[in-house]
């Protein structure tokens, strides 16, 4: 055995710092699969088949242990420091070090001796110690069934769940659980992660699958990409620049899981808190043949990538075996790998923070990216177009001249309505007032319970729906829905229809509340107003009208000559100052006057006016697949995704647009949804930030607006052949989506894998909305509280209602079916 000695690697354009090969040991290694060990001061491989080596990495000194007669095939380090543990396998013994007493038998010039624990176990795979360290499990032959997927109880010591369908595709070679977030995690030979829910109410289901050769092909794409566009010289990362542009006859290498350990991940943005969320976030290494990568189990996307090829001065390329410390040490773990194809074990330093820092510093949020926020921090622009369009609805100063007064002249008197009588003929009344005392005890109750109601909180704790409960029949015959809308004060519900019309109900859906026709063509989107007294509908026919809740008549008809594309997308904006659109790959600024008065000879006449402010053209996009901006108080950005499958930031205090979000899913997206709250529930000034993404077959994406990253990805549903939508409750715990699967799936914020699932569909529920408040329309008599959903469903006619338990409360939900009439 020798050693080449401590020394950095400078190769090629990879930063130097990164990664530093601190000791090359040359011994023989055995045949098969070896599990090396890793702690914060040790290092332990067989050397010579038979012989453990442990090396100091504070002192670089090696201390040698014999005890074994067969090549040592495991190896693992206690949890505990004191006293520092170690346990080696072979195929005739099991043995556990103590590393401090083996140290002064060694001083004392005597032959260390460690503690055999258990002999004639056959071929050992794996060896680990328990938290507390007073116990070892040992995976030998078909002894312990961990690498075929087993969950074992450990406190009963019985088998809990079994599955053979993974190892029978692929031989597992690694796992881990990840006891924060109840996940266990495994990796095969192929490159392929499989990611379970060990919460038994989940009942073990699988989470995600990520194939790691694609994954390391997107980020290395990613990167690339992004360091083209801010100029090499800015780009430190050069990684995979041509992995999709191999040379001919050159063979496309497997990434076998040989490592899986936790990472930690903190230390790369200790002085940055406040640039992530705070959401908890799990990462980890996986070690692989020919590097190491950094998974972040929130969102299953890579964060940093390690390729031994791209360093020169590393000594191996290919590994055979590896091994991580499970913590940093002045931002530093240590890595020890053996070689594929000779006798070489080599010890790595890595720079965690660096690694990070050079690959994904075009990803951090910086000038203008960071000061984004949802909630205005600041006053408008002189050059703002929202100024703008503020200053043409003040009232310009009268052009009359003060002090002079002004004189009426004669003009003849006309009555233009006709005039009431005084009543002065009529007879006088006996009775003023009558007031009605015949009220029943329950519309007494009811009567009661809804004033309650309105004044209450929403509740920011409870379960989410789960209960049918109601259904009605919107229409007496198939029609689809392709929108709907909660007012504010959750009081109605606005449908836009494939019939041209749009529905207002009440919230306990027993009534119409009014019905607006008019459209040519179908009502693709509906919004309400902040005061909750208007309503703005866009349809396929290229035009946009808003209504009066009170009045079947439109308020405000903006035509086809106004528009040259499909209108979509529309809704209130800054608190009902303005109108927001969209119309092919630009979305419109509009700002409004509203005047329902009529004009006897020309009634024909609308008095309503609108003007356009500013037109913003999304970049290098056919067409705008989704807008999202908050009315409910005063925000300057607007969120626009396009069929480029990019999304785009857009300020308009500005006036431009400060940031691109370049490929967020695999698809355009189809919808966003922004975590909006209500005037009934409190959050967070910083949960305003988050937004979140859907896509056709890619699942749900949260993402943070202050970082532009995704921190959380959520997969269970089905959402290969329409486009569903999801929605956020009022309180920011739970979200909703539909799914083509005939069901509607709540997921909790801080899990990946769905809650609950709604069934009583016949047909894909396609959208979903919450109530913004606790409803008025309950039927009991006692004080309750409501926590509402409504979906609907592809060429739907029903609204279904469920309910769901809220503590001592009770709340309700609504869903809506296909091709049911019947209630």
Same mark, same amino acid.
């Given at each position: ?102 140290? @002064? ?56 769940? @079994? ?11 690694s796992l881990l659980i990840d006891e924060e977030n109840k996940q266990l995690v495994t990796g095969c030979a192929e490159g392929q992660l499989w990611i379970f829910s060990l919460i038994s109410d989940h009942n073990y289901r699988c989470v995600t699958h990520i194939n790691l050769k694609k994954e390391q092909e997107k980020f290395c794409n990613k990167v690339w990409k992004s360091g083209k566009e801010i100029g090499e010289g800015q780009n430190d990362s050069k990684v995979c620049k041509t992995d999709n542009m ?38 980890? #290494? ?17 964060? *940093? ?121 009529? *007879? ?99 919004? #309400? ?11 396929? !026919? ?37 109108i927001l659109l969209c119309c092919g790959a630009e979305f419109h600024l509009l700002n409004f006057h509203l005047d329902t008065t009529k004009d006897d000879l020309k009634r024909y006449k609308q008095k309503s006016v609108f003007k356009l402010v500013q037109k913003f053209p999304m970049a290098s996009t056919v067409e705008i697949t989704s807008l999202s901006a908050v009315n409910d108080f005063y925000s300057y950005i607007v969120l626009t995704a396009g069929s480029n499958r990019a999304l785009e930031v857009f ?26 709250? &209500?005037?009934? &529930? ?12 859907? *896509? ?32 956020? &409750? ?46 008025? #329309? ?9 926590? !509402? ?35």
């Amino acid at each position: 055995m020798e050693s080449a000695g401590a020394r950095c690697s400078s190769g090629g354009s990879c930063d130097p710092d990164v990664v530093c090969e601190k000791r090359l040991f040359k011994a023989k290694l055995p045949e098969p699969l070896v599990q090396l060990a890793c702690s914060h001061h040790h290092c332990a491989f067989p050397v010579n088949g038979n012989e453990l080596c442990i090396w100091n990495t504070a002192t670089a000194q090696s201390l040698f242990l014999s005890g074994h007669h067969y090549s040592i095939s495991a190896l693992s380090f206690g949890s505990n420091i004191n006293p520092p543990l170690v346990c080696s396998a072979s195929h005739e013994r099991v043995i556990v070090w103590n590393l401090d007493e083996c140290t @002064q038998k060694v001083q004392e010039g005597f032959t260390p001796h460690g503690i055999v624990i258990r002999t004639l176990l056959g071929m050992v795979l794996h060896v680990r110690f328990s938290p507390d360290d007073q116990q070892v499990a040992v995976c030998a032959g078909n002894r312990i069934y961990m690498l075929s997927a087993k969950v074992w109880d450990y406190s009963t010591g019985q088998l809990i769940y @079994q599955s053979g369908i993974i190892t029978a595709a692929f031989p597992l070679l690694s796992l881990l659980i990840d006891e924060e977030n109840k996940q266990l995690v495994t990796g095969c030979a192929e490159g392929q992660l499989w990611i379970f829910s060990l919460i038994s109410d989940h009942n073990y289901r699988c989470v995600t699958h990520i194939n790691l050769k694609k994954e390391q092909e997107k980020f290395c794409n990613k990167v690339w990409k992004s360091g083209k566009e801010i100029g090499e010289g800015q780009n430190d990362s050069k990684v995979c620049k041509t992995d999709n542009m191999r040379p001919e006859g050159s063979v496309e290498t497997s990434l076998p899981v040989l490592l899986i350990e936790h990472c930690d991940f903190s230390v790369c943005f200790r002085n940055e808190e406040k640039m992530y969320s705070a959401l908890n976030t799990s990462y980890f #290494w996986i070690g692989t043949s020919t590097g190491l990568l950094i998974i972040n189990l929130a969102n299953f996307e890579l964060e *940093a990538f390690l390729s031994y090829k791209d360093y020169s001065d590393l000594s191996i390329r290919f590994a055979r075996s590896c091994a991580l410390t499970k913590k940093t040490v002045n931002g530093k773990v240590l890595c020890l790998i053996t070689s594929m194809f000779e006798d070489m074990i080599a010890v790595l330093e890595v720079n965690l923070a660096t690694l990070v820092r050079t690959q994904n510093n075009v990803f951090l949020p910086c000038g203008n990216e960071s000061s984004l926020s949802v909630i205005a921090r600041c006053s408008l622009l002189t050059n703002s177009p929202l100024l703008k369009g503020l200053k043409k609805n003040r009232k310009e100063p009268s052009s009359k001249t003060f002090g002079v007064k002004s004189t009426v002249k004669d003009k003849p008197l006309v009555f233009h309505n006709k005039i009431k009588s005084s009543g002065y003929t009529a *007879a006088p009344r006996k009775t003023m007032f009558s007031p009605n005392t015949n009220l029943n005890k329950k519309e007494v109750s009811k009567w009661k319970t809804s004033c309650k109601c309105k004044s209450k909180e929403y509740p920011l704790d409870g379960d989410p729906p789960i209960k049918y409960e109601k259904q009605i029949s919107v229409t007496c015959k198939p029609t689809p829905i392709f929108c709907i809308q909660y007012s504010g004060d959750g009081e109605m519900l606005a449908c836009g229809l494939a019939d041209k019309t749009v529905l207002i109900f009440n919230s306990n859906l027993t009534d119409t509340y009014n019905v607006f026709s008019g459209h040519d063509g179908a009502v693709n989107s509906v919004g #309400w107003s902040h005061n909750k007294k208007w309503l703005v509908s866009a349809s396929e !026919d290229r035009t946009l009208r808003v209504w009066s809740v009170c009045n079947k008549e439109p308020a405000l008809i903006m035509g086809k000559e106004n528009f040259d594309k499909t209108v979509r997308f529309a809704q209130f904006y800054f608190l009902d100052t303005f109108i927001l659109l969209c119309c092919g790959a630009e979305f419109h600024l509009l700002n409004f006057h509203l005047d329902t008065t009529k004009d006897d000879l020309k009634r024909y006449k609308q008095k309503s006016v609108f003007k356009l402010v500013q037109k913003f053209p999304m970049a290098s996009t056919v067409e705008i697949t989704s807008l999202s901006a908050v009315n409910d108080f005063y925000s300057y950005i607007v969120l626009t995704a396009g069929s480029n499958r990019a999304l785009e930031v857009f300020d308009l205090n500005a006036g431009c647009s400060t940031a691109v979000i370049p490929e967020v899913h695999t698809r355009s997206v189809h919808q966003i949804y922004q975590n909006k709250g &209500s005037s009934f &529930s409190t959050q967070q000034p910083e949960a305003y930030n988050l937004f979140m993404t859907t *896509a056709a077959g890619d699942g749900i994406k949260l993402w943070d607006l202050r970082t532009l990253r995704c921190e959380r990805r959520f997969e269970g549903h089905s959402s290969r052949c329409y486009p569903c939508g999801i929605a956020v &409750s009022p309180c920011g715990r739970f979200i909703a989506s539909g799914s083509d699967d005939k069901y509607a799936y709540i997921y909790e914020m801080r899990s990946s894998t769905f809650l609950h699932k709604l069934g009583r569909h016949t047909e894909s529920v396609i959208n979903v909305t919450f109530s913004p408040s606790s409803p008025q #329309w309950l039927h009991l008599e006692r004080e309750d509280g409501q926590d !509402d959903l409504l979906g609907s469903c592809k060429t739907s006619v029903c609204l279904k209602l469920f309910c769901f338990k809220l503590k001592a409360k009770q709340g309700f939900c609504i869903i809506s079916c296909n091709n049911e009439s019947s209630v």
